[in-house]
């Protein structure tokens, strides 16, 4: 997965082992109770983020 995304444009980050998204296309966050967040794109996908990617996350969008 890494050879994938080192391919792809800088907007694009995994969210978890198996899924990419493109961070300029999230509609908004949702927090979770047990320290995940739901990520809501602007299709209305659901994407769940792996904790070990939120850091990643928050840096992109600047939080």
Do not use: C, W
């Not at 995940?36 to 299709?43: A, G, R």
Request: proline share 2%.
């Amino acid at each position: 997965m890494a050879h994938v995304i080192d391919q792809l444009p800088g907007e694009f980050i995994e969210a978890s082992r198996g899924t990419v998204i493109n961070y300029q296309k999230i509609d908004h966050l949702e927090l979770l109770g047990n320290g995940k967040i739901d990520v809501l794109m602007t299709n209305q996908q659901r994407v769940q983020m792996s904790r070990r990617k939120i850091k990643n996350l928050k840096e992109k969008l600047g939080i």
